[in-house]
């Protein structure tokens, strides 16, 4: 009888129909980091399970040798394709050349054709020994394959290095899974191990199949479920590790993760959260849940975007890498936040994985939303500001000209001494009503700004207004950002407004703040107690004033976004020499005025502090 069968010959068939079942679910996970090495490794194992199935079940001697040929070709391959496999997992895929793979592949090929052709070199001689079940075939080894013995364990050695250390620098799923992976190669590397010194409890090569039983189980049950990881007694494992796991693990990077503010999440190539930190769980209302090895979609369901699933978001694969900004989302409990996510391949592609930092910028994108709002607010009043000035300038300079035209007839009709006094009021009109649209116009919201230096504006506005003998001093040299047009505006109501109040030999000034610059004139200055009121429309000392002039100015100031104060200039005229006025005016004023415009982002940009011009 050619087949027989034994106690050994169901569990090595199942160990190799196992072997191929879990190459199988491997080869699916592709292109997940070192998968295929690894269904390459469980194919070697198969085969060598398949082996020892017809040593230990055929009275034939030539299939018996050629079930130890089969034997040795997925001995000989197992430990270069776990080597290989370690080197992709553990991140050195780069490290995988061509010639390194020629180097590691070619020389278990050749063994394997050797050991299935039975030559010499790989198996001495075999020898028949006569025993209660008959003859029974003995294959002793020849050189090549003792090296390569040795070979074969050394490589399996650098590929216990390479998972030990990963082991002891990665957390969570990634460390369990790592352990797993470590466990099994030791297992069947002691397996080996005890086989070839003649110390195993199963005959020929059967040892290493049969433990492949066990692992190969465990191996299934976790390709399904990340969670059939959690039988691992890491914990019990870390404490025998002692010191050294604590010098090799990155503890601080672990603790930043765990306690930084950001969302941070694994991703593995199919979808499934492999590693969560605690405020990632808090984002997406998962405290007290257990979320990883589930599928993300399961955890964050595409219904709760409010602007619709974002691009990121792939309900097929699970996400893509990008960075991502703005994504709004409705919590359970009816409020709404918002979220910038960053998604990174962890390796060449996605399908290596992801990780994903989520980000709450829900207060920032609130700020953002109110100034929106306050822009169309401000888009809406300047539009109204535009019509009022339409008004003011269409149907009131009309009923003006009007009235210039009838009162230009009553002069020559007539000789009335009421004729100059209705000419001046017209004027007075005609004034009001150019202020008043200046006034509108003025205080609608910069838009188109340019680099403007202060000196060069306020020197073109000094030489289009009627200052008579009044004396201009630029001491700054200060570049800031605004409207040139209504700066140029702005500084000839101030140099105005110094030549009316501080007469025509006045002096004024112009100079730089840390964070603005000033305009002062060594006249008698604004009484103190008129100071918080000089900015309001109308507010005149003046008869003949419209009292607009410094109403203009701060809407000119405030459209910028500065500030302005009144205040004492330091060179202004001696309270007991100002005349004029009442003598609480005079007690209350104790020198020339300065206004003082302020503002964030002024005064961030200087040139060279320039020395004083003097314009006449």
């Known amino acids: 009888m050619i087949w027989q069968v034994t106690g050994l010959t169901l569990p090595l068939a199942v160990s190799g129909a196992l072997g191929l079942v879990v190459a199988a679910a491997?080869?699916?996970?592709?292109?997940?980091?070192?998968?295929?090495?690894l269904s390459v490794a469980a194919l070697a194992v198969a085969a060598w399970a398949f082996g020892?199935?017809?040593?230990?079940?055929?009275?034939?001697?030539?299939?018996?040798?050629?079930?130890?040929?089969?034997?040795v070709a997925g001995m000989v391959f197992t430990p270069p394709l776990w080597l290989l496999f370690s080197l992709s997992y553990t991140g050195h895929g780069d490290r995988v050349s061509r010639p390194l793979l020629a180097v590691l592949l070619l020389e278990p090929t050749?063994?394997?054709a050797l050991a299935l052709s039975g030559s010499d070199l790989m198996f001495a001689e075999g020898t028949l020994a006569a025993g209660a079940a008959g003859a029974t075939l003995f294959v002793k080894y020849g050189p090549l394959l003792v090296v390569q013995h040795a070979y074969g364990y050394a490589l399996l050695f650098v590929s216990e290095f390479l998972l030990f250390r990963m082991f002891l620098g990665s957390r969570n799923v990634f460390r369990k899974r790592t352990f797993f992976l470590l466990v099994l190669i030791v297992f069947l590397h002691a397996c080996q191990f005890l086989s070839v010194a003649g110390l195993s409890p199963t005959p020929y090569q059967t040892l290493t199949p049969l433990g492949f039983l066990l692992f190969g189980t465990l191996s299934l049950l976790v390709i399904v479920s990340f969670r059939s990881l959690e039988f691992l007694p890491l914990q019990r494992v870390m404490t025998l590790l002692g010191r050294h796991s604590k010098n090799l693990t990155p503890i601080a990077r672990e603790r930043a993760i765990e306690e930084m503010a950001t969302g941070f999440m694994v991703?593995?190539?199919?979808?499934?959260?492999?590693?969560?930190?605690?405020?990632?769980?808090?984002?997406?209302?998962?405290?007290?849940?257990?979320?990883?090895?589930?599928?993300?979609?399961?955890?964050?369901?595409?219904?709760?975007?409010?602007?619709?699933?974002?691009?990121?978001?792939?309900?097929?694969?699970?996400?893509?890498?990008?960075?991502?900004?703005?994504?709004w989302i409705e919590t359970p409990e009816g409020d709404q936040r918002c979220f910038d996510v960053l998604v990174t391949s962890l390796g060449d592609d996605e399908a290596a994985g992801l990780v994903a930092l989520i980000h709450d910028v829900t207060e920032r994108e609130q700020r953002k939303r109110k100034l929106r709002d306050q822009n169309r607010e401000l888009k809406r009043q300047n539009e109204q500001l535009e019509d009022f000035a339409g008004i003011v300038s269409h149907d009131l300079?009309?009923?003006?000209?009007?009235?210039?035209?009838?009162?230009?007839?009553?002069?020559?009709?007539?000789?009335?001494?009421?004729?100059?006094?209705?000419r001046d009021a017209l004027d007075r009109m005609r004034e009001i009503v150019d202020d008043v649209l200046t006034l509108a116009r003025s205080g609608q919201s910069v838009s188109d700004t340019e680099r403007v230096r202060l000196s060069e504006v306020a020197t073109e506005a000094w030489d289009t207004v009627d200052t008579k003998d009044a004396t201009l001093h630029t001491e700054c040299d200060t570049v800031i950002e605004g409207d040139r047009t209504r700066l140029r505006q702005m500084f000839e109501n101030l140099f105005r407004n110094a030549v009316e109040h501080g007469g025509p030999a006045v002096t004024v000034t112009v100079g730089g703040l840390p964070n603005g610059f000033f305009v002062e004139d060594d006249g008698p200055g604004i009484p103190e107690g008129q100071r918080a009121d000089v900015f309001a429309e109308g507010f005149t000392t003046d008869e003949d004033g419209t009292g607009f002039g410094l109403a203009i100015i701060r809407t000119i100031v405030e459209a910028h976004g500065w500030e302005i104060t009144a205040s004492d200039s330091e060179d202004g005229v001696p309270a007991s020499e100002v005349s004029g006025g009442s003598e609480d005016e005079r007690r209350s004023s104790s020198g020339g005025a300065r206004f003082e415009i302020v503002g964030e982002d002024l005064g961030s940009e200087r040139g060279v502090p320039k020395s004083r011009t003097e314009i006449s």
Not at 52 to 71: A, E, H, K, M, P
Not at 285 to 302: D, F, L, M, N, T
Not at 397 to 422: C, K
Request: no cysteine; proline share 6%.
């Open 26 to 37: 491997v080869w699916r996970e592709r292109p997940k980091t070192g998968s295929t090495w």
């Open 52 to 71: 020892q199935v017809i040593v230990v079940s055929n009275g034939s001697d030539s299939l018996r040798l050629f079930g130890s040929g089969l034997t």
């Open 110 to 112: 050749i063994l394997g």
């Open 267 to 327: 991703l593995d190539h199919a979808g499934r959260i492999v590693d969560i930190n605690p405020m990632g769980k808090r984002i997406l209302a998962r405290e007290g849940e257990r979320v990883v090895g589930k599928r993300v979609q399961s955890v964050i369901p595409p219904d709760i975007f409010v602007d619709g699933t974002p691009s990121f978001f792939d309900t097929d694969g699970g996400a893509t890498g990008g960075r991502f900004t703005g994504i």
């Open 397 to 422: 300079r009309n009923p003006l000209t009007v009235a210039d035209g009838h009162l230009e007839l009553i002069e020559r009709e007539t000789d009335s001494d009421h004729v100059d006094p209705a």
